[in-house]
């Protein structure tokens, strides 16, 4: 590996230069010591290197390998010397080699198996008898599994199961006096709180970074939410632990979001809590079985819970429900609120499919919806969810237009066809949208159903309701698009 120093001596000298001034600036008269400022500076920093003593040896590297098929067009244990110059001159610029065909073409491609490297990432020590803890994307779809601990034994490891939905596997090799990593609480975690980093960025094992918890239930649009750090994390750093200063991990390194592919400054760790929860399934059961109730979901904004009446902006918006699964069964709607599930409170939208998915198959849940300035619960039967999930898509077509409004919409009739296909009744489909509506984002084709808790049934009440709105204050609407449905507010134009 190769690093570029060019102009480091300079910038070192530049630094030393500005501290040197700053020191000769602020030094006192007389030739007072500035031993104290210096020390009250260095108790006033966090020390790691105890905890860094204490965990390095439970971090380990990981590199995997895979088995891919190549054809060697001049069979096996052939070399042609001269097949370069029949690429660029043509199969006859020189005779072919003894034994071989005069067409090059006629000679039947000969597949052979290379074992090439794929990538590396970092772990952890999770138990005494050799189970790893890693990331998902840093072993899937490789051949071979290499664990490396920090005495530089390296030793063939197996995959005990992944869960795709967390980014997490768990390995397990044959090794003896392992140390693992004490396993901390996530949900303890503050903002502002010192926490490390150590793994193999650019293949370098045992790097140490440090930095503070930036964010807590940073949600990105997957599975979990993310803790979300400042510690210097690059490509290599997957899979290893995040680590409190009591020398507990409390997260598994995962993401970093950047634009150049290396650390800008935003990491992102899978919390620790919800990781030993699929730990344990997978100990068990090689796989990790989840709980499904078949709605997809959206925040609540806190425009959106004023204007549907709900006292603050929580839980989590039912967009779309799944057309004979459990939530439809229980009669959950497009538009509800789910605030809480089995007495506990959906605070953030990402709180719902933890719960659900920690929920076995099968078991009988109660749901606390807000429909249309009231609370109500439902009881649902929690099904299985499956190994993928599959994305549906779906349009609209153009209806005739009807007349113009203070949202800025045009609307006509929704096409029979898709009131049969999504199964819902009323409503009505934009034709053309401008000013506020366009600004909120609507389209044509976009499905009108629901304006602050009144069901649109056609173009002529649709009329009639956005004339009776109050135009100091927005509307909610309830939107569908394809098979996703979402509530926007929109301010009527006066």
Wanted: aromatic content about 4%; cysteine-free.
């Amino acid at each position: 590996m190769q690093f570029n120093l060019l102009g480091s001596n300079r910038v070192l000298r530049l630094v030393a230069a500005a501290t040197t001034a700053t020191l000769l600036a602020f030094a006192p008269m007389g030739g007072a010591s500035m031993a104290q400022p210096v020390s009250a500076l260095e108790q006033s920093m966090p020390d790691f290197t105890q905890v860094v003593e204490k965990t390095e040896a439970s971090v380990v590297n990981i590199r995997t390998t895979e088995t891919v098929r190549v054809r060697n067009r001049m069979g096996p244990g052939g070399n042609d010397p001269y097949e370069m110059f029949r690429w660029f001159f043509g199969p006859d610029f020189l005779p072919p080699m003894p034994g071989q065909p005069r067409d090059r073409n006629d000679r039947e491609p000969t597949p052979e198996e290379r074992t090439v490297p794929r990538g590396v990432g970092s772990g952890f020590v999770i138990t005494e008898d050799g189970f790893i803890l890693t990331n998902n994307h840093v072993v899937v779809g490789s051949s071979d599994i290499f664990v490396t601990l920090t005495d530089g034994k390296e030793h063939k490891a197996k995959i005990v199961g992944t869960d795709a939905r967390t980014d997490l596997a768990l390995l397990k090799i044959e090794a003896k006096g392992l140390k693992p990593l004490p396993i901390g609480e996530s949900r303890s975690l503050r903002k502002g709180q010192w926490v490390l980093a150590i793994g193999s960025p650019f293949g370098l094992e045992s790097t140490v970074t440090a930095g503070i918890v930036s964010a807590i239930n940073r949600e990105t649009g997957d599975y979990l939410p993310f803790i979300q750090t400042d510690v210097a994390v690059n490509p290599g750093n997957s899979g290893g632990p995040l680590i409190d200063l009591s020398g507990r991990v409390v997260g598994v390194n995962s993401q970093i979001v950047s634009r150049s592919g290396g650390f800008m400054g935003i990491s992102l760790a899978i919390p620790i809590d919800e990781a030993m929860q699929v730990v344990e399934q997978l100990k068990d059961h090689g796989k990790v079985t989840r709980g499904r109730i078949g709605v997809q979901i959206g925040t609540v904004s806190e425009e959106v819970a004023k204007a549907i009446g709900l006292p603050k902006a929580m839980g989590a918006m039912v967009s779309n429900v799944e057309r004979g699964g459990p939530a439809d069964a229980a009669g959950v709607r497009s538009g509800d609120v789910i605030t809480r599930f089995n007495g506990k409170e959906i605070a953030h939208m990402s709180d719902l499919p933890r719960l659900v998915g920690a929920t076995k198959p099968d078991t009988r849940a109660a749901l606390e919806l807000w429909r249309k300035g009231k609370s109500m619960t439902v009881h649902v039967k929690v099904g299985e969810m499956p190994g993928t999930e599959e994305e549906q898509q779906s349009g609209g077509t153009t209806p005739q237009a009807g007349p113009a409004d203070a949202l800025g919409l045009t609307v006509g009739e929704v096409p029979a066809s898709l009131r049969e296909k999504f199964q819902f009744e009323g409503g009505v489909q934009v034709t053309e949208a401008e000013g506020p509506a366009a600004e909120a984002g609507l389209t044509q084709g976009d499905i009108l159903l629901t304006i602050n808790d009144t069901d649109i049934s056609s173009p002529s009440q649709y009329a009639s309701v956005v004339g009776k709105l109050d135009k100091s204050r927005p509307a909610a609407i309830l939107v569908m698009r394809g098979e996703q449905s979402q509530w926007v507010t929109i301010t009527p134009r006066k």
